[in-house]
């Protein structure tokens, strides 16, 4: 008989673990996903256009539920295993979850990358986080840069945020920026989308990352190298030529404690401590000894965040509030972000907490995240916590709005005060630099896979 199987997940791994593993295998039976961190992802179902490739083992799709439910799931489907399909969570996390599956009655499982990476027929660079927020994007957008300089053209492919429409997501391309509204992007989504495409380059996402590396590698702009863009400390979906793992001295120790961020950083060819320019030394020294725990052999990069921003002086003696990049302030954890360093640095006179001004949706990011610092995450996943982001922005009693967000945020909500946009990009300190790491894989991909 086939074995029952939940696939406990975000949205993301958890799809692309089925799609490489249990997809036409008759020897599982899918029976549900269940759905966290994410708000509005349960409740909808895995279609079966997207559920079966070659059989009809699942004709009317796989019902997605919401994680708190597990249990019940369990014993009503009579499972047999679980599987944990989701990232940026501290070990305690993953084996409550696993306290709670076994209790049930179900083994608990947690799959390696042999059974879920995909090959590429071109050179793959894989760049990844041990926690999100640690400067992954930019990173990327680095690495991408000195690609292009090498003569070499880039096809972008970021980690999966299927938020929307399963079926229209399963291979989404974006060239220009009109495409992110053709496909109804949320903030998050465009966080990650857009930068890639201001600089030029041609970005990939979706749900079945088998279909979008094919499309990418026969890419009508072409393509030399596909540049994995991990996200949420994941590890890669495809089999990587040169991995690359960014490490962040802000939360020392967060390496070898988060999952599955370890196991990017023990998977790593070079590791980037970003962020020196603004870490303690003790912290920065205490990852450089986990590094040398977890990845011995691996060529280690010191670099800086380094900010710039376009009108300083609406900075300087103002009432600020900061807006950051809403996943690294919830699940990522962080207090602090480009935006708080540069209100400071620039000579803010008071930075201004939103939670008394915040409307609808942003509440309920604050309860659930009561440990925000003194600034407003970017939240967007939906036309709604967009509506309330910018009723929240414009009912904050300030002078200044300080955008540390990697997207023009004043193109999606429409603010009723001064704004200052926070740009950071990766500074490399020293040598061995990105350069040097990627020489090898640069001549090989020049010369042909």
Same mark, same amino acid.
């Given at each position: ?30 029976? *549900? ?110 690495? *991408? ?22 079926? *229209? ?281």
């Amino acid at each position: 008989m086939a074995r029952k199987v939940i696939i406990i997940g975000a949205a993301g791994r958890d799809f692309h673990n089925f799609n490489t593993f249990y997809r036409d295998n008759a020897d599982y039976q899918v029976v *549900a996903f269940t759905a966290a961190q994410i708000p509005d992802i349960a409740g909808r179902a895995y279609p079966a256009s997207l559920a079966n490739k070659i059989g009809n083992l699942y004709p009317n799709g796989i019902p997605i539920y919401d994680q708190k439910d597990l249990a019940k799931l369990i014993k009503d489907f009579d499972v047999d295993e679980c599987v944990f399909s989701y990232s940026d969570v501290p070990y305690q996390h993953v084996m409550n979850i696993g306290a709670l599956v076994n209790a049930a009655g179900a083994d608990f499982t947690l799959m390696g990358h042999k059974q879920t990476m995909i090959e590429s027929t071109k050179s793959v660079i894989a760049v990844g986080a041990v926690r999100t927020g640690c400067g992954k994007s930019q990173t990327s957008r680095k690495i *991408a840069e000195t690609l292009i300089e090498a003569g070499l053209k880039v096809i972008a492919i970021r980690h999966p945020m299927p938020y929307g429409d399963l079926e *229209a997501q399963k291979v989404q391309r974006f060239a220009k920026i009109e495409d992110l509204a053709a496909n109804k992007c949320t903030i998050e989504e465009m966080e990650e989308y857009e930068p890639h495409i201001m600089r030029g380059n041609v970005i990939y996402a979706g749900v079945d990352y088998e279909a979008i590396v094919r499309a990418a590698e026969s890419d009508p702009d072409g393509c030399d190298v596909i540049l994995w863009d991990g996200g949420n400390n994941d590890f890669p979906f495809y089999k990587p030529d040169l991995t690359i793992t960014v490490v962040d001295p802000h939360r020392p120790g967060h390496e070898l404690s988060y999952y599955p961020g370890e196991v990017t950083l023990r998977i790593a060819d070079a590791v980037v401590i970003n962020k020196i320019d603004s870490a303690d030394f003790d912290n920065i020294q205490k990852v450089r000894e986990n590094i040398r725990i977890a990845a011995p052999n691996a060529t280690v990069i010191d670099a800086a965040s380094t900010l710039s921003v376009d009108k300083p002086e609406l900075i300087k003696g103002k009432r600020v509030l900061v807006v950051e990049d809403g996943p690294t302030l919830t699940h990522g954890e962080m207090k602090i972000g480009a935006g708080v360093v540069a209100a400071k640095r620039f000579g803010a006179a008071e930075l201004i907490d939103p939670r008394s001004a915040a409307v609808g949706r942003l509440n309920e990011t604050f309860n659930i995240y009561p440990n925000i610092g003194t600034l407003l995450p970017a939240m967007g996943y939906g036309e709604e916590q967009i509506r309330d982001l910018e009723a929240t922005i414009n009912k904050v009693d300030c002078d200044t709005v300080v955008i540390a967000t990697p997207i023009d945020l004043t193109r999606i909500v429409k603010i009723n005060k001064p704004c200052v946009k926070v740009d950071y990009t990766l500074q490399e300190i020293g040598n061995p630099d990105l350069k040097d790491v990627m020489a090898d894989f640069i001549a090989k991909a020049k010369a042909g896979k």
